[in-house]
């Protein structure tokens, strides 16, 4: 049994620092939102008031935070990891970050004397909740087996990328892939529609067809196709326009740094930003399907819902 801290409680740490009770390891936890406080207590972490508090002796500590900076502020703050954590100490973060960033916090973990693993994820709330989450590690060959006896019991695979940052990497690449499919099921799913075919019957075309993908599968745009489509509750977000319009751009300024043109994936960013302008941030990704659509209506969709 491991003393772990889990800096970061929100819809994804919660649900696996309860995972991580469940395989037997003491976990203290903390965030500043009440309602993921009493989730995560809920789930047998020990809650505490802060990171200082959270690290004391562990032997490892977990961030899983909203953005880059976010991740910087609390490893590099006055009270922060660095500051408060024992050096032996294995710090794992599962944060969506952007490649500078995770270098930095391999390169400053380095300089004082910690170990370092970039350890996001793919799986998406469900994933976490399940425990069938992808793991995607990069850093030193020790700590990444180190880190995969960890997140085994959150985990259905769990890859070790090589060295700093490529973790990160993976996940970028992958939620580019993810998003640029996304359009193609917006744009498919709308030409399908207009020209008089039946969603569901369409849908069994297309998911033992070449258009089959991740987001036709779990996110088909069409109320009644998929169980989990946010189509079915009005675009409430399994995975927010915000979070996407983040990780996305990520991954473009990331091609930008290596000279890529990445068109598609443009697009997709500019959809939404799109979103996000008209005050739907906070509604599922997926709902970039309205500028595939005639006129911008969609089933499953009222504005102002």
């Not at 049994?1 to 649900?15: D, F, K, L, S």
């Not at 976990?27 to 809920?42: S, Y």
């Not at 944060?95 to 998406?124: K, L, M, N, Q, W």
Request: net charge negative.
């Amino acid at each position: 049994m491991a003393t772990i801290a889990w800096i970061g409680m929100g819809h994804m740490g919660a649900p696996m620092a309860g995972n991580l009770v469940a395989a037997g390891h003491l976990v203290r936890g903390v965030d500043p939102v009440p309602a993921a406080r009493t989730a995560a207590a809920e789930r047998g972490v020990h809650v505490v008031a802060t990171i200082e508090a959270a690290v004391r002796g562990v032997d490892a500590v977990f961030t899983s935070l909203p953005r880059s900076e976010h991740v910087r502020s609390v490893y590099g703050g006055d009270d922060g990891v660095w500051a408060t954590a024992p050096g032996s100490a294995l710090l794992l973060d599962t944060s969506t970050v952007d490649v500078a960033t995770s270098r930095f916090c391999h390169e400053a973990s380095v300089d004082r004397g910690f170990r370092f693993v970039d350890a996001p994820v793919s799986g998406g709330i469900a994933g976490a909740e399940a425990a069938t989450l992808t793991f995607m590690l990069g850093g030193d060959a020790a700590d990444v087996s180190e880190a995969t006896q960890l997140v085994e019991p959150l985990a259905a695979h769990v890859f070790d990328l090589g060295g700093p940052t490529m973790g990160i990497a993976a996940k970028l690449a992958n939620n580019l892939m993810l998003f640029v499919s996304l359009l193609g099921v917006a744009e498919g799913s709308q030409l399908a529609a207009q020209l008089g075919l039946d969603p569901a019957k369409f849908f069994e075309v297309a998911s033992v067809s070449s258009g089959e993908s991740w987001p036709l599968r779990t996110w088909y745009p069409s109320p009644g196709v998929v169980p989990t489509s946010p189509a079915n509750r009005g675009y409430d977000a399994t995975f927010s326009a915000v979070l996407a319009q983040k990780d996305l751009s990520f991954a473009v300024a990331a091609g930008d740094a290596a000279g890529l043109p990445m068109p598609a994936s443009r697009i997709a960013l500019e959809q939404f930003e799109r979103l996000i302008g008209e005050g739907l941030g906070g509604k599922d990704a997926s709902l970039i399907v309205k500028y595939a659509s005639a006129d911008g209506r969609v089933a499953g969709f009222e504005p102002g819902s």
